[in-house]
């Protein structure tokens, strides 16, 4: 499995020094921005699993960079905003912006670990989770299309039915269908059947063609 890759946007050396001495024994990509405008630029081109972004920032803030990406459930990635000292009007205006995840200031290594192994493996899950169900379709989608093969004889053209019984083909379509019949001579069997009359159809057809 891929090692998961960690954006880390901040403009703080100290605390790109405190994360990144957190994780860096825990088999993490690590990638680093100080602003946010460098952050997009990483973001879309390494495609993270997991980013850690400070909100007050030069260039672009944290808030810039949330509204840019637009965060949804369905992201692929997790984001951890670092916050300071319990400001309230941050996280709540995060919320609003899609964030579920905080770090409050001063961090701690262990809350950094186990809150970025927490948010990869819930992410992982939820992806595997969709592939079953998309595998899962797709076979339900083959079985249906199966189903609607019929097996003939090459020979006398007669169906097979699930339980390996053969018909013949308009008994097999009267007893798994509610299709009812009505019967006809088509010109071809005519022909061979009942020549005279068919000459007779033929001549009466070209004579009404010619009127």
């Given at each position: 499995m891929e090692a998961p890759k960690v954006l880390?946007?901040?403009?703080?050396?100290?605390?790109?020094?405190?994360?990144?001495?957190?994780?860096k024994n825990e088999g993490y990509e690590l990638h680093f921005a100080?602003?946010?405008k460098k952050g997009l630029?990483?973001?879309?081109?390494?495609?993270?699993?997991?980013?850690?972004?400070?909100?007050?920032?030069?260039?672009?803030?944290?808030?810039?960079?949330?509204?840019?990406i637009g965060v949804t459930p369905d992201s692929s990635y997790t984001i951890i905003v670092i916050t300071g000292h319990g400001?309230?009007?941050?996280?709540?205006?995060?919320?609003?912006?899609g964030i579920d995840f905080f770090l409050k200031k001063p961090l701690s290594i262990v809350e950094i670990c186990g809150l970025a192994k927490r948010c990869i493996e819930i992410k992982r899950l939820r992806a595997d989770r969709e592939r079953l169900i998309e595998n899962l379709q797709q076979a339900d989608d083959t079985i249906r299309q199966l189903k609607k093969f019929l097996v003939l004889c090459a020979?006398?053209?007669?169906?097979?039915?699930?339980?390996?019984?053969?018909?013949?083909l308009d008994t097999y379509i009267w007893k798994h269908t509610d299709t009812k019949f009505s019967h006809s001579i088509c010109p071809k069997c005519t022909e061979k059947l009942y020549p005279d009359f068919s000459k007779k159809a033929q001549m009466r057809k070209k004579k009404e063609d010619n009127k």
């Amino acid at each position: 499995m891929e090692a998961p890759k960690v954006l880390i946007i901040d403009d703080e050396p100290a605390l790109q020094k405190a994360i990144k001495m957190a994780l860096k024994n825990e088999g993490y990509e690590l990638h680093f921005a100080d602003n946010g405008k460098k952050g997009l630029e990483v973001f879309h081109a390494e495609n993270p699993e997991l980013i850690f972004l400070d909100l007050k920032m030069p260039v672009m803030d944290g808030y810039k960079f949330l509204e840019s990406i637009g965060v949804t459930p369905d992201s692929s990635y997790t984001i951890i905003v670092i916050t300071g000292h319990g400001d309230d009007s941050e996280i709540e205006r995060c919320y609003k912006l899609g964030i579920d995840f905080f770090l409050k200031k001063p961090l701690s290594i262990v809350e950094i670990c186990g809150l970025a192994k927490r948010c990869i493996e819930i992410k992982r899950l939820r992806a595997d989770r969709e592939r079953l169900i998309e595998n899962l379709q797709q076979a339900d989608d083959t079985i249906r299309q199966l189903k609607k093969f019929l097996v003939l004889c090459a020979a006398c053209k007669q169906v097979r039915d699930k339980n390996g019984q053969w018909y013949d083909l308009d008994t097999y379509i009267w007893k798994h269908t509610d299709t009812k019949f009505s019967h006809s001579i088509c010109p071809k069997c005519t022909e061979k059947l009942y020549p005279d009359f068919s000459k007779k159809a033929q001549m009466r057809k070209k004579k009404e063609d010619n009127k």
